[in-house]
């Protein structure tokens, strides 16, 4: 028995909502900036062998599991293999950890958007964004000192995210998914080709493309490019498996992961041109390189953005369209993310959504207001995100895929289960990609970026603060996820599995 399984209406609905999942911040607020620290131009190799060899790979790979086994993360590894609950679990703890900090993101591009029409940051965006806006302490610790607007903005994303998801599958993630994704590609289109129009446009996309190709050599440089794939496309940490298990028994599985695929690479790319575009803007404007005004990471979104705003004709405009598409992308990424517990925590407990709905999403927007819209809040926003997605979704994924070729013969099978139902067939280059090479490179870069951080701290952070919050919690989640694949399942879950 058990409560009857929510479903897509269709493949479409999948597909928005699969491309929903994938662009997201990782493509707007995070591609421009990783791509540009780590080689430029350059960065393009790595990036597309990631795609290639492990993103689309593995994409098929959670489809599959989830597709064939119809359930949650925990669940559908449970049915594969009961010893593989725990892997479940550990990608399920992953998404607990990016929604604490993705949520404010959304927040600050709510704010932003309403920022661009008075353009509040006045004419030193970096200080307003570090004093003013996010009043960031000058020590790394843990504060309670609470921002109220970034408080509300962030609340809010957390008050909608409850109400789409306890409208289902299909009334609220399904169709939510089909009416802002169309909206957003229109938003990002026009504010990008308003940036190509801007004077010093071209002087961006050379510091972007320019390769600088020592940083090949450089294994930092590959943990990037596959971190950046795997957040990127949403791969490996539960996503893909739980929304494949809302999708009709007859649904062409690989077809669907090539088109998610390239559709995220390309709105990555394109986010690229766009935001260096409006940077060579920027620099010309004031007389300086395009390094100069590239170069603050995380706040590049929201430091050098409204530089630009400021100064660009047409500024509001370009304004309300980059902080409205980054809201939106990331929101409908979020929506996956939760999603992804939601569903974990009803199938184990047996629960209805409403309820399975607020036992996971008050907790959550509490942790996440505590610890995040506070004085203190961005620099732990720099080691979590670091930390999960170096190591947590790259160790993840390499057991995962360990795991499935070693022992439990679960390739074999998910590549029959995808070619019984799609129109594009796997054959052996899959199951050496998926397989093979993946955990290969997986394995080497992961150990290669340990020893290092071991070695050297992360970014001149304390070390406490670094273990705690770094190691101390891509640690913790595994033993969590040990933990809850030790509690009983409900009895009306039923989560025997024949076929
Ligand atoms: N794929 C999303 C993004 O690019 C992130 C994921 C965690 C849902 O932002």
Redesign the pocket.
């Known amino acids: 028995g058990g409560a009857a399984k929510e479903a897509f209406s269709g493949r479409t609905m999948f597909i928005f909502a699969a491309i929903g ?7 707007i607020w ?1 591609f421009p900036y990783v791509a540009f620290d780590n080689g430029g131009g350059a960065f393009i190799i790595p990036y597309l062998v990631a795609l290639l060899t492990a993103g689309i790979p593995l994409l098929m790979l959670d489809y599959a599991i989830g597709h064939r086994y119809r359930g949650s993360a925990p669940l559908s590894f449970r049915r594969l293999h009961p010893k593989l609950e725990t892997i479940g679990w550990w990608q399920l703890m992953i998404c607990v950890v ?1 929604a604490i900090y ?1 949520a404010l993101i959304i927040g600050w591009a709510m704010q932003y958007t309403v920022f661009s029409f008075s353009k509040a940051w006045g004419s030193d965006p970096a200080a307003f964004f570090m004093n003013d806006y996010m009043k960031v302490s000058d020590q790394v610790t843990i504060g309670f000192d609470f921002i109220w607007p970034v408080f509300i903005a962030t609340a809010i994303a957390w008050l909608v995210l409850l109400v789409v998801l306890m409208l289902g599958v299909q009334n609220g993630i399904g169709k939510l998914n089909v009416v802002l994704i169309p909206l957003l590609v229109v938003m990002f289109l026009i504010m990008v080709g308003m940036a190509l129009t801007l004077p010093g446009a071209a002087a961006g996309l050379d510091a972007l493309f320019t390769p600088s190709w020592s940083a090949l050599g450089d294994s930092s440089v590959w943990v990037a490019a596959y971190g950046q794939i795997f ?4 791969v490996g ?1 539960g ?1 893909m498996v739980t929304y494949a298990s809302y999708l009709k028994p007859r649904s062409d599985l690989s077809g669907s992961a090539l088109v998610v695929g390239f559709a995220n690479s390309s709105f990555e790319i394109l986010a690229g041109i766009g935001v260096f575009a409006a940077l060579g803007f920027m620099a010309t404007a004031s007389g300086t390189q395009v390094s100069e005004v590239a170069t603050s990471g995380i706040g590049l979104a929201f430091i050098a953005f409204p530089a630009i705003i400021s100064q660009a004709p047409f500024g509001t405009l370009i304004g309300v369209l980059f902080f409205g598409a980054l809201a939106f ?2 929101f409908t ?2 929506i ?2 939760v999603e992804v517990i939601v569903a974990g925590v009803r199938d184990k407990l047996g629960l209805s959504r409403p309820a399975a709905v607020s036992l996971v999403v008050l907790p959550l927007a509490v942790i996440s207001l505590l610890f995040f819209p506070t004085t203190t809040g961005l620099n732990l926003l720099d080691v979590v995100d670091a930390f999960v997605n170096n190591f947590g979704i790259a160790a993840a994924a390499l057991i995962s895929v360990l795991l499935l070729t070693s022992g439990f013969t679960a390739l074999p099978t998910l590549r029959d289960h995808i070619n019984s139902v799609s129109s594009f067939k796997l054959g052996r280059t899959w199951m050496i990609m998926a397989g093979g090479v993946t955990p290969v490179i997986l394995g080497y870069i992961l150990i290669d970026q340990l020893t290092k951080t071991v070695a050297e701290g992360y970014n001149d952070m304390p070390q406490w603060f670094v273990n705690t919050f770094g190691w101390g919690m891509a640690v913790g989640i595994v033993v969590i996820a040990y933990l809850l694949s030790r509690l009983p399942w409900s009895r009306r879950t039923g989560d025997g599995f024949t076929s």
């Open positions: 999942s994938a662009v997201g911040l990782g493509n995070r990016i993705y957040f990127s496309l949403s940490f996503i992308a990331g990424s979020l996956s993310i």
